[in-house]
């Protein structure tokens, strides 16, 4: 089953503006990541953070964290037309081993030039 | 050049038939993974592997198979029990102790 539910399914922006994008899960976690997915290709990780962190930078990427609520946000400030791609998050959920995620459905970001 | 491979990146197979899709990684990574991804979903795990010659089950592994006889190699065979094989197959590998995996291309099957 997907842990992570991803909010909005799709989201569209004029280059520079701001890109909130938003992942609920529903048990404990060890982590949380975010990945990019360009149309027809692989993943590319971004970032990860730990349960025990609340918010993590990465150049333009700002993540947190709400372990009480069981959710995630991903900010991409100043986007850019390159930044067009689906977002996933993926967890691994307390007690389970190493590499064992589980995505969410993604979320599709559409930059604007 | 570090990365991970798939090939090929297209595949096209008749009902009825097992097909094998080809995973190598060069980064030393000790285990590997086997993703499904349908459109507009995100991936589900078929398999995953974390040593030589020993590999689990993920949350969809009925109708298919893989092997790991090398660290660098990670094969899935489709076999024609898989009901509705016609998906993106996403291979990925990372450290053993490590939750950041890196992707190959991919290869998108299709049944015909």
Same mark, same amino acid.
Not at chain 1, 1 to 22: C, K, R, V
Not at chain 1, 35 to 41: D, V
Not at chain 2, 93 to 101: A, E, N, V, Y
């Given at each position: ?25 529903? &048990?404990?976690?060890?982590?949380? #990541?975010?990945?990019? #997915? ?17 918010e993590k930078h990465s150049g333009r990427l700002r993540v947190t964290l709400d372990t009480s609520k069981k959710s995630s ?10 930044? &067009? ?29 | ?15 009825? #038939? ?7 990684q060069n980064l030393n990574h000790d285990a590997m993974y086997w993703y499904r991804q349908d459109p507009g979903q995100g ?53 053993l102790t490590g939750d950041t995996q890196y992707f190959g291309p991919g290869t998108r099957l299709t049944v015909l």
């Amino acid at each position: 089953s997907q842990q992570g539910e991803e909010d909005p399914q799709a989201l569209s922006i004029q280059e520079g503006e701001n890109a909130t994008m938003n992942c609920s899960y529903k &048990t404990s976690i060890n982590n949380l #990541q975010w990945y990019r #997915q360009n149309s027809g290709r692989g993943l590319v990780h971004l970032i990860l953070i730990r349960s025990n962190e609340r918010e993590k930078h990465s150049g333009r990427l700002r993540v947190t964290l709400d372990t009480s609520k069981k959710s995630s946000s991903l900010l991409i400030t100043a986007s850019r037309a390159a930044d &067009t791609a689906s977002y996933f998050c993926a967890t691994r959920a307390g007690g389970t081993s190493y590499g064992k995620l589980t995505f969410g459905q993604g979320t599709i970001l559409t930059v604007h030039p | 050049d570090g990365g991970i491979t798939q090939s090929p990146k297209y595949l096209f197979r008749k009902e009825g #038939q097992n097909v094998t899709l080809s995973c190598e990684q060069n980064l030393n990574h000790d285990a590997m993974y086997w993703y499904r991804q349908d459109p507009g979903q995100g991936l589900r795990l078929i398999y995953y592997s974390q040593i030589v010659n020993d590999f689990q089950k993920g949350d969809i592994a009925e109708g298919y198979s893989v092997s790991r006889e090398k660290k660098e190699s990670f094969p899935l065979t489709v076999t024609s029990a898989q009901k509705n094989p016609t998906a993106f197959y996403l291979c990925a590998s990372s450290i053993l102790t490590g939750d950041t995996q890196y992707f190959g291309p991919g290869t998108r099957l299709t049944v015909l």
